[in-house]
């Protein structure tokens, strides 16, 4: 090492630390003599001096530090290295940009530059001070609540990332003495989301059709994994929110809180609570670990989807907190006697036409199973599009599955089925719903299906411009 300032000092200290051999050179014999006093191997040497490196034996040598602030002696010593050996590797300071240019082109490996690492080591302090102080300002609204409870309201039919932060923000409250209730509207849809409730214990609330219940209750409202009320979740529109955490991008000047977190760069809300829990020091338990890491995990797809660098250093936190038995035990939940049934005459009853599998599984209760057995039957050989309804009710479901890139399943149920009844989705994952109306009062559950039957091959073929459905 070359050069020993307080840079130079404070990186030879590290390298011993390390075990690793270090021979320092500098200028200054005084210097010298006092590193020596500091127990540090030191020669004199001069980093113009084409001699420079005489003390030492060039083949135990395999890099060298040039830790100067001088350029031009800089320069000179790379010079220097390089003619006494070729595989030396040279790792050089400059003081600018410009500098780090001209050292590399002497011949310099790599090139540091002090004022660059210290201006985004100060800028990401910065950030982290900013960030602790916005997520302090929450903990004052939660505060504010006193002796009353906090809403925690969720989106409709809540997934895994809405229902995990939720927990969070309840974790985030306690912390502060405040009760609070995570309140949804709608069903816990998919074995794998029914499985994450009740392994995690996620305690949830609804605010009863009879309304016995109302917001009155509380004092204040949080809106997590959605911004606006009234827009897919339990809120009447005209309702005063004041916390709103979400990932989702919003028309800012449309959302009204006392206190607005929106951050469209985070794969999901999930990442974004893990943030206020590390920011806040608060105690994460191995469910809540566990539910926030499946939260991510699921809202990017598997870091597949929007997964930012954020996503990933909050999964890194969680990882180890988490109770990864249970994560299996969700993603692979037991399969029910009637799921199974289900499947069974899902199979049984397919039909093929090309590329298209479409079956029913007979008068049904369990809505999630049709979506289950579409998935299943997609994995067929040959078979790009799944097709399965049921009879419930007073509606025929349909659920449908495919990963035909020429088709977007969502715009052909919503030709097919969107007049008689309601339908849409997306390209490969779609669903529709088709009154019975009259015939729901049929006895006759074979006629019934037959009128199925024709209703949902017919209309379905005719979208996708396949004539008469059957052969
Ligand atoms: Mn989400």
Redesign the pocket.
């Known amino acids: 090492m070359i050069g020993s300032g307080s840079i130079g000092s404070a990186v030879a200290r590290e390298l011993t630390n390390r075990n690793k051999k270090v021979v320092l050179i500098d200028r200054d014999e005084g210097k010298v003599e006092t590193l020596r006093e500091q127990e540090f191997e030191a020669v004199v040497g001069d980093l113009n001096d084409p001699n420079l490196l005489d003390p030492i034996d060039v083949k135990t040598i395999e890099v060298v530090l040039i830790l100067s602030s001088n350029i031009a002696a800089n320069g000179a010593a790379i010079t220097t290295i390089k003619q006494a050996s070729d595989s030396i590797r040279i790792i050089a300071r400059a003081p600018s940009a410009i500098a780090k240019s001209e050292l590399e082109a002497a011949g310099a490996d790599r090139v540091v530059v002090p004022p660059r690492i210290v201006s985004d080591a100060t800028i990401r302090i910065l950030e982290r001070v900013e960030s602790a102080k916005h997520a302090s300002n929450i903990l004052d609204i939660l505060r504010a609540n006193g002796d009353e409870k906090l809403a925690i309201v969720v989106h409709d039919n809540p ?1 895994p ?2 229902m995990s932060g939720a927990v969070a923000l309840k974790a985030i409250a306690a912390s502060v003495g405040t009760e609070s209730e995570i309140l949804y509207r709608g069903e816990i849809g998919h074995q794998e989301n029914k499985a994450f409730v009740n392994l995690l214990q996620i305690e949830m609330g609804k605010l009863d059709e009879q309304k016995t219940r109302s917001m009155s209750e509380f004092k204040k409202i949080a809106l997590i ?1 959605c911004s606006m009320p009234g827009e897919n979740n339990l809120l009447p529109k005209d309702t005063a929110v004041d916390i709103v955490i979400d ?2 991008p919003a028309e800012m000047k449309e959302i009204h809180a006392e206190y607005i977190d929106i951050r469209p760069n985070a794969g ?2 999930a990442t974004i609570m893990t943030k206020y829990l590390q920011e806040l020091d608060v105690p994460v338990n191995t469910n809540l670990a566990t539910a926030l890491l499946y939260g991510i995990r699921t ?1 990017t797809l598997g870091f597949k989807r929007n997964a930012n660098p954020v996503d990933l250093t909050a999964a890194a936190f969680l990882y180890p907190l988490a109770d990864h038995e249970i994560l299996n035990r969700i993603e692979t939940p037991a399969i029910s006697a009637e799921t199974l049934d289900i499947f069974g005459e899902a199979i049984r009853n397919r039909k093929i036409k090309g590329s298209y599998l479409i079956t029913n599984t007979g008068i049904i209760r369990d809505r999630d199973a049709l979506a289950q057995a579409a998935d299943y039957l997609l994995n067929l050989e040959g078979i790009t599009t799944a097709l399965v309804y049921g009879v419930g009710e007073d509606q025929i479901y349909i659920s449908g599955r495919s990963n035909d890139v020429r088709l977007n399943l969502g715009n052909a149920l919503a030709e097919a089925f969107g007049e008689a009844g309601s339908a849409g989705g997306h390209a490969t994952t779609a669903g529709a719903q088709i009154p019975l109306g009259v015939f729901s009062d049929t006895k006759d559950k074979q006629a019934l299906m037959k009128i199925a039957e024709e209703v949902v091959i017919r209309r379905f073929f005719t979208a996708i411009g396949i004539e008469n459905g059957d052969e």
């Open positions: 997934d990332d809405a994994d990932h989702h999901a809300t809202d």
